[in-house]
């Protein structure tokens, strides 16, 4: 256990993305030298140091730099800030480290760090709770006042040089004066220091480099620089471990990936793609969409303006103010839009001179960074802000709730760059619960569908968990990826097999028009789910609901490159439509679609008034006691106290951030208003007021396991509740993808596996009521469930659904559930799952337990108003499955039927 780095953690209240990080930086200060290498065996030294962390750490191959340097790939928003911040204290405190450089970006991110680090006034300051930065407060040299900083260091001070790029390459560059070349400013001899200023930073045995935004300074100018440095280590940190050539960094031992961040759904926003109800560009002209665009914008910026200003009236917190990022193509489209904006047509004038236009023809970069930042500022009235270029590091607002692209954007450009600048949360960065607050909406009415794929698409930068990739030839690849697709799908290929053999080209084409004419009904028809009048996936046979289908599908065949085809197809479609549906629905489970989420759970102390009775504590006597050694005369001499017993109240406070229950950052207020009652009542009672500080000094233990004892009795842990989720009717049966053995890869589901420990190596074909043709099972347990299934007249049809087939949460949204089956009879449908009968009463699986009888409890609330079957949740003990069991059994002997 690291002491150490638990109390840092406690301290400064990280998040477990910043625990699990400042782990591998404490494990890695044991492993690695942390000296500088010697310049004869510097490649070797490098290569062993590298060995050291590429064995923990197998992503990290290359240091890519002259020193051990390594990366943590941490989403926006997640507090890169505070991670820096933890590695100095715990550097400092647990190796000696003294000396610190940390380099900005920008000029924003450059204030702001001088801030951060260097003044404990500041709301922000990160090293609030390190009670050693106390007496001890680092010092911060900046880019700024370096050349005025003297010998004037001591050896107790921990130093923080805040350096920003720019500045830092242009006072590495040499200049000319008079036609003579004058040495760099930073390498110029300082009087103060009898040496340059860089001189003495690369003669530092111990110094470490922190890198803010880290892919900012592969470019080879900066990468030389920081090298001559010559640091014993470099910690870099970075949302998008990516260098300026697209090079993936090669130093990564830690990724938290926004994917993760909006998956975990704790420290980012939610980000919704909006487009409007039935929008059909096809007869708009650019501008006209553009307006659209605009105006619904506004529509969405209104509401959550709405609803920020309830939740602070509410919750008694600060007002956050809205704004929209309107991001155009160019600086002429963006005065364009700018003027639209600021003219009467728009809204009849209700937004004059709440537009701003921010980029390179109407502002200095440094200006614009700071107008920007400006914008969290309740008292602003910009409500607009129109920019060309995607926003840069030290843009991330936390009130950025509406995007608007009107350029043409790919979509995946605009959900790993446009996105990422509005996900910080204003809330102390955390979700508060309520939708709208929470939420970051992208309008994007052309790019919707194109979007949504992306979205789904395991590439994506919301779907794929990591940036991380090791190279296949670290692999022995045994296995290969296969996909399962649904039945009717993997029909309509076979019979697209079937067509392609065909020789005689009339009947051929008429085969694939049908085909094709099926392919658009199967592709069109799950988008309808949300539609009003559809209710069941029979409610997709009403004639209205059939016209809509069609207008849709012409749409889908209008575009792109266009078939000779499509009047034909059309026509095929209109006449076969009914019989699909019915086709569709004889293949699928009607499963309910809903994202089951739970509310936010919360552990807080309740705000009281300390009971302060027995609070008499009095300055003990300090004396001196002196023992002759030789005639053993005891004499007691008086001691005098220089006074410097520090800030009473954070005294008091920082014994009670001792216990691990107490979390700065939730309770500030509560800590301030307990400690100031207890000096106010120590004070009181004392005979000598003015030796109060003494007194709490002494007692300070006591005191805070007092105060504590009675933050005890008023702690208090609110279970979250499952939101009531909205419902749609149905949702299409997701494709499976799992690993293969390449060599006799598949079984027959009849097949007896010995031994069973092989059982999930195989895939297994053969059903026939099933919802995919192919599927594999984790135990033996499962596939006898299975081939009970299959072969029980009471099961109509069934299903082992794909990871992605429901939204069902639990572990305080932490965790997504994957019931094992789910099973059609003729009048019910149910979620079964199967456990060790040992495990019944687990934690976790009665967790799970509770958010399957939750959904099931909406679903058949949602069916037994619409037509459907009612929804049942099995847990059924392993003990209980065998192949001569039948389903009625287990529905007799489940745990728990709801």
């Not at 030789?630 to 005294?651: H, M, R």
Request: net charge negative.
């Amino acid at each position: 256990m690291n002491t150490i780095a638990d109390n840092i953690k406690q301290r400064l209240s990280l998040r477990e993305p910043l625990q699990d990080s400042l782990d591998i930086v404490a494990h890695l200060s044991d492993t690695l030298a942390l000296k500088k290498a010697d310049t004869e065996s510097a490649t070797d030294f490098l290569k062993a140091e590298l060995s050291k962390v590429k064995e923990l750490y197998p992503t990290c191959t290359n240091f890519e730099r002259d020193f051990p340097s390594i990366t943590f790939s941490i989403a926006t928003g997640v507090g890169k800030t505070r991670l820096m911040g933890a590695c100095i204290a715990y550097l400092y405190l647990k190796k000696g480290i003294r000396n610190f450089f940390i380099l900005a970006p920008n000029l924003t991110i450059y204030d702001k760090l001088i801030e951060d680090f260097g003044n404990p006034a500041y709301h922000k300051y990160v090293f609030n709770g390190i009670s050693e930065f106390v007496h001890n407060r680092p010092v911060i040299i900046t880019g700024d006042n370096y050349a005025q900083q003297g010998n004037l260091f001591s050896d107790a001070e921990i130093r923080i040089n805040i350096f920003n790029i720019a500045k830092f390459n242009s006072d590495n560059k040499g200049t000319k004066k008079d036609g003579v070349s004058l040495a760099p400013r930073i390498k110029r001899l300082s009087e103060y220091l009898g040496q340059s200023y860089w001189e003495y930073l690369s003669k530092l045995d111990d110094l470490v480099i922190l890198m803010d935004e880290a892919h900012r300074y592969h470019a080879d100018a900066s990468k030389n620089a920081i090298n001559e440095l010559k640091p014993v280590l470099g910690i870099e940190l970075t949302a998008t471990p990516i260098d300026e050539k697209g090079n993936a960094f090669k130093n990564v031992v830690y990724e938290y990936s926004l994917a993760k961040a909006l998956a975990d759904g704790k420290y980012v926003k939610n980000p919704a793609i909006a487009t409007r109800k039935n929008f059909d560009k096809t007869n708009l002209t650019d501008k006209e969409i553009e307006i659209i665009k605009l105006e619904d914008a506004i529509s969405v910026h209104e509401d959550t303006k709405i609803e920020l200003e309830i939740y602070a009236r509410t919750n008694e917190v600060k007002l956050v103010k809205p704004f929209i990022l309107v991001v155009c193509k160019d600086i002429s489209h963006a005065k364009e839009v700018y003027n639209f904006i600021n003219s009467n047509e728009f809204y009849r004038g209700a937004y004059k001179g709440k537009a701003l236009q921010i980029d390179s023809s109407t502002r200095k970069e440094e200006d614009v960074e700071k107008q920007f930042i400006a914008l969290e500022s309740p008292d602003n009235e910009i409500e607009i802000v129109i920019h060309v270029n995607m926003l840069k590091e030290g843009w991330d607002v936390t009130n950025l709730y509406t995007i608007v692209p009107l350029r043409a954007a790919n979509a995946a450009v605009l959900i790993e760059q446009t996105i990422g600048r509005g996900l910080r949360l204003p809330y102390e960065g955390k979700r508060t619960g309520v939708d709208k607050v929470d939420k970051l909406t992208v309008i994007a009415h052309e790019n919707f569908n194109a979007i949504i794929t992306e979205a789904q698409n395991p590439n994506s930068v919301l779907n794929k968990m990591s940036f991380v990739e090791i190279a296949d030839e670290d692999f022995q690849n045994k296995t290969e990826a296969v996909t399962s697709k649904p039945v009717l799908e993997l029909k309509l290929e076979q019979e697209q097999a079937s067509i392609n053999k065909i020789q005689d080209q009339p009947a051929k084409q008429k085969a694939q028009t049908t085909l094709d004419a099926k392919k658009a009904i199967i592709e069109a028809i799950p988008t309808f789910n949300s539609l009003p009048e559809v209710k069941k996936v029979d409610d997709l046979q009403k004639k209205e609901v059939k016209e809509k289908v069609m207008v849709a599908i012409e749409q889908r065949l209008s575009q792109g490159q266009q078939s000779i085809f499509k009047e034909q197809i059309l026509e095929e479609a209109q006449a076969i439509y009914e019989t699909l549906v019915t086709e569709y629905k004889n293949n699928i489970i009607e499963i309910p679609r809903m994202d089951l989420v739970q509310g936010e759970a919360r552990a807080e102390f309740t705000h009281f008034d300390l009971d302060t009775t027995g609070f008499n504590y009095q300055a003990l006597e300090q004396e001196i006691i002196r023992v002759g050694l030789k005639d053993k005369q005891v004499e007691t001499i008086g001691a005098k106290s220089s006074g410097s017993y520090g800030n009473p109240i954070k005294l008091i406070i920082t014994k009670i951030l001792d216990f691990s229950e107490v979390d700065y950052d939730d309770n500030a207020d509560l800590l301030y208003h307990l400690a100031t009652q207890a000096y106010e009542a120590i004070k009181q009672n004392m005979s000598k007021p003015e030796d109060v500080s003494q007194a709490i000094f002494q007692f300070k233990q006591i005191i805070a396991d007092r105060i504590f004892a009675q933050m005890q009795q008023h702690f208090e842990l609110h279970i979250p509740e499952y939101k009531e989720p909205r419902v749609l009717s149905f949702v299409a049966i997701e494709q499976w993808n799992f690993s293969k053995l390449i060599n006799s890869g598949y079984r027959d589901y009849r097949d007896i596996i010995t031994p069973t420990s092989l059982v999930p190596k195989y895939v297994f074909r053969g059903f026939e009521k099933a919802c995919h043709f192919e599927y594999k099972f984790d135990s033996r347990t499962e596939q006898d469930m299975a081939y009970v299934l299959e072969n029980d007249r009471n099961v109509v049809k069934w299903l082992r659904p794909a990871p992605n087939q429901f939204r069902i949460y639990w572990n305080n949204n932490s965790k997504k559930y994957e019931p094992d089956f789910v099973v059609e009879t003729a009048n019910t449908i149910y979620m079964l799952e199967a456990k060790a009968a040992n495990e019944m009463k687990d934690a976790d699986v009665l967790a799970k337990k509770v958010a399957a009888e939750k959904y099931c409890e909406y679903a058949s609330k949602y069916t037994a108003k619409n037509g459907g079957k009612q929804w049942k949740y099995l847990l059924i003990p392993h003990d209980v499955v065998t192949r001569t069991s039948s389903f009625d059994f287990w529905v007799g002997n489940s745990a728990t039927i709801s």
